[in-house]
T-cell receptor
Framework: DVKVTQSSRYLVKRTGEKVFLECVQDMDHENMFWYRQDPGLGLRLIYFSYDVKMKEKGDIPEGYSVSREKKERFSLILESASTNQTSMYLC????????????FGPGTRLTVT | KQEVTQIPAALSVPEGENLVLNCSFTDSAIYNLQWFRQDPGKGLTSLLLIQSSQREQTSGRLNASLDKSSGRSTLYIAASQPGDSATYLCAVGGSNYKLTFGKGTLLTVNP
């Protein structure tokens, strides 16, 4: 079974803090994704990585950066957290030849106060 | 730009009823369409994936259909159970590797 884990289920941070959200997958997948999910807006893609040290912006990259130093780990970084980044963050991974077969982690609910 | 719409936004049915969830998309040039399930506060679980060349997929009590030309998909759930209560999301795979998600249908199955 593919397993995607996220470092925290719930996180509370203050405005202006630097926040790291970690995602690890154990299926040797090349592709990894970060989404945010908000009521009324659905899931939106923040960043995508198709290989170590490779990344592409998604639909809403502003205010975020990512890091992929190892194949199994994909980190989402909020350089200076703001209240409008309060959201549910979902990580996903997929095999090289099937970008669409995405396996999701349990999510991190981030609250920025 | 692809847009995915799910109707209804919420649905409440008694246990045992058969039901249909609807998904429509604006750009018919899709690679595939997936239905996901999301339990409250949890991640997504893929239920069914239909490739663009297929018309339907079945898994147990679930049947998903795809009509690319009309930009529609349905998820049919037979003999619904309280354990089916969740949010169901439709996602369309486009040529640019992206999944475009609908906002979901919140299903409640009452015992």
């Amino acid at each position: 079974d593919v397993k995607v884990t996220q470092s925290s289920r719930y996180l509370v941070k203050r405005t202006g803090e630097k926040v790291f959200l970690e995602c690890v997958q154990d299926m040797d997948h090349e592709n990894m994704f970060w989404y945010r999910q908000d009521p009324g807006l659905g899931l939106r893609l923040i960043y995508f990585s198709y290989d170590v040290k490779m990344k592409e912006k998604g639909d809403i990259p502003e205010g975020y950066s990512v890091s992929r130093e190892k194949k199994e780990r994909f980190s989402l970084i909020l350089e200076s957290a703001s209240t409008n980044q309060t959201s549910m963050y979902l990580c996903a991974s997929s095999p090289l030849l099937d970008l669409y077969e995405q396996y999701f982690g349990p999510g991190t609910r981030l609250t920025v106060t | 730009k692809q847009e995915v719409t799910q109707i209804p936004a919420a649905l409440s049915v008694p246990e045992g009823e058969n039901l249909v969830l609807n998904c429509s998309f604006t750009d018919s040039a899709i690679y595939n369409l997936q239905w996901f399930r999301q339990d409250p506060g949890k991640g997504l679980t893929s239920l069914l994936l239909i490739q663009s060349s297929q018309r339907e997929q079945t898994s147990g009590r679930l049947n998903a259909s795809l009509d690319k030309s009309s930009g529609r998909s349905t998820l049919y759930i037979a003999a619904s159970q309280p354990g089916d209560s969740a949010t169901y999301l439709c996602a369309v795979g486009g040529s640019n590797y992206k999944l475009t998600f609908g906002k979901g249908t919140l299903l409640t199955v009452n015992p």
